[in-house]
């Protein structure tokens, strides 16, 4: 089952929330400074960002990196920048099969850092 990721509507001293997360108090520092702003930097294009949602929408089974670069409406060639960025940042994982390269939405990373910002939310 896909993790519940994004939950609209809910609040918190920092306004709305668009990450369900573990309460605060559970975050263990797991994410630094710099990995956050990895996986932001990584998800601020539209279109690795498309392309994580869509991987997301398809867990567990994955997509082949054409079908993906369909779906985006690129070539494959011009997704394997993109796909080495995500993956940098842990947000995909690739797994070959046969002559095709499997993708793989990861979720730890974005879970990772909605604890993160959660937690300095609630500092002040």
Known sequence: MV???FNF?????CGPRPFAVAPPSSYNGAVEKTQAMQVMSALAQPTRLDVWRLLVERLPE???AGDIAKAVGMTKNGMSPNFVILAAAGLVSSEKLGRSI???ASTDAVEELAAYLKAACTKG
């Open 9 to 13: 509507g809910a609040t918190s001293n």
């Open 62 to 64: 994955g997509m082949s």
């Open 3 to 5: 993790p519940e990721l």
């Open 102 to 104: 499997i993708y793989r």
